[in-house]
């Protein structure tokens, strides 16, 4: 079926340290693969997106890598701060023209300790 | 984005009830979709539309309805809300061949 499985479902790290993320994804046909980030009581918010002829993306502190063989992506944050704690999504498309969707991983709540 | 509305923002409705969730997008966007966010399941994808007229199934789409008549709105019906549907619903929109999806501000519903 089509499904994308994310870990850890919670994240705890020291403030300046460092976070991964991972996803894997189902569907092979699957090429653009955003992340979101959604803050306490607020709406999913794009960080930032790949697609799948490119390996690697980075944003000042963030950096999204892609594995298609693996079919794995993962989300690295670095030197992280506390306004970075909040629940962060993954997501993979799937179909194409009107069967076109966006299926999203279970969560990742990542708390930074001050 | 002030571009996709949602309404209502809370809604407590009792079991048995008909419900309906409106979405309303200014960016004549094709795609539009409805998640559904629970603790320990993330977004999960209730049902989707390319364009009017046409909507399919997502993961999770029992005991829903939705309509496409015109691009803008894409309605979310529970004909008869259950317990297990006290959750909140994200609409989002993308247009065509442009992947980001914008997401509206939520609608949290509780069914008592």
């Known amino acids: 079926g089509e499904n994308v499985e994310q870990h850890p479902s919670t994240l705890s790290v020291q403030e300046g340290d460092s976070a991964v993320i991972k996803c894997t994804y189902s569907?092979?046909?699957?090429?653009?693969f955003p992340w979101y980030k959604q803050e306490l009581g607020k709406r999913p918010q794009l960080i930032i997106d790949?697609?799948?002829?490119?390996g690697e993306k980075k944003d000042q502190r963030i950096a999204v890598t892609l594995n298609k063989t693996a079919k794995h992506f993962s989300l690295h944050i670095t030197e992280t701060q506390p306004e970075d704690s909040a629940v962060y999504f993954c997501?993979?498309?799937?179909?194409?023209?009107?069967?076109?969707?966006?299926?999203f991983g279970s969560g990742t709540r990542l708390l930074v300790r001050p | 984005d002030a571009g996709i509305t949602q309404s209502p923002r809370y809604k407590i409705t009792e079991t048995g009830r008909q419900v309906t969730l409106m979405c309303h997008q200014t960016?004549?966007?094709?795609?539009m979709f409805w998640y559904r966010q629970d603790l320990g399941h993330g977004l999960r994808l209730i049902y989707y539309?390319?364009?009017?007229?046409?909507?399919d199934k997502g993961e999770v789409p029992d005991g829903y309805v939705v309509s496409r008549s015109k691009t803008e709105n894409f309605p979310l019906t529970l004909e008869s809300a259950t317990r297990s549907q006290t959750s909140v619903y994200f609409c989002?929109?993308?247009?065509?061949?442009?992947?980001?999806?914008?997401f509206g501000a939520g609608s949290r519903l509780t069914v008592l």
């Open positions: 989002a929109s993308t247009a065509a061949g442009a992947n980001v999806l914008t």
């Open positions: 569907d092979s046909a699957s090429n653009y």
């Open positions: 790949i697609r799948s002829n490119v």
């Open positions: 997501a993979a498309s799937m179909g194409r023209g009107s069967s076109y969707k966006l299926i």
């Open positions: 960016w004549s966007h094709s795609y």
């Open positions: 539309s390319a364009a009017a007229d046409i909507t």
